[in-house]
């Protein structure tokens, strides 16, 4: 199972809104609405920010939004922070009945 | 508390064995799927192995299928990683996570991971 294709780096200034794509095929992202959205920031433990394609667990920023179109999922972030500048992941449930994540973007916040 | 605390990384020869383990707590442990998932420092986030709540179901990546083994024992709330025949690409940051009552549920909790180095 190849890894989802996420651009490697996204930036953004304070206040602008940014996207992140996240790519796979008809048996993952295309497939299903279990797209989920992981933040990381250095050192840390991943943190769930949006499941189900677009759902937010209770306690994450509602500046955060998830979407879908065919097979590629997005995570986009409004109204930039600071504190937002991390590595996210997309993740997908696949036909396999198995898990894939994807390669990663690195957020800067300018 | 709501957390779970994995144990057991470590330094291991190549072709070696490591058992990691992840206690959890604060939660209805025999609920959920439990993962596993691993990272190379510097590198992306990958899928191991999954288990489902009650040890009858479970799912591996192929990288790790027929090496590597996902148990769990509800009535100490913990779950295992047994992982043999180590190479040195198995070395890396070991997670373990839990997910939901279904297998395709995302991934709400994290441990801190423990670390794991493939090397002689």
């Known amino acids: ?110 | 508390e709501v957390q779970l605390v994995e144990s057991g990384g470590g330094l291991v020869q190549p072709g070696g064995s490591l058992r990691l383990s992840c206690a959890a707590s604060g939660f209805t442990f025999r609920s959920y799927w439990m993962h596993w998932v691993r990272q190379v420092p510097g590198k992306g986030l990958v899928w191991v192995s999954s288990m489902d709540s009650d040890g009858s179901d479970t799912r591996y990546a192929d990288s790790v299928k027929g090496r590597f083994t996902i148990s769990r024992d509800n009535a100490k709330n913990t779950v295992y990683l047994q992982m043999n025949s180590l190479r040195a690409e198995d070395t890396a940051v070991y997670y373990c996570a839990r997910g939901g009552s279904y297998l395709q549920d995302a991934i709400h909790m994290w441990g801190q991971g423990t670390m794991v180095t493939v090397s002689s």
């Open chain 1, 1 to 110: 199972q190849s890894a989802l294709t996420q651009p490697a780096s996204v930036s953004g200034s304070p206040g602008q809104s940014i996207t992140i794509s996240c790519t796979g095929t008809s048996s993952d992202v295309g497939g299903y609405n279990y797209v989920s959205w992981y933040q990381q920031h250095p050192g840390k433990a991943p943190k769930l920010m949006i499941y189900e394609v677009s759902n937010r667990p209770s306690g994450v920023s509602n500046r955060f939004s998830g979407s879908k179109s065919g097979n590629t999922a997005s995570l986009t972030i409004s109204g930039l922070q600071a504190e937002d500048e991390a590595d996210y992941y997309c993740s997908s449930y696949t036909r396999s009945r198995t898990a894939v994540f994807g390669e990663g973007t690195k957020l800067t916040v300018l």
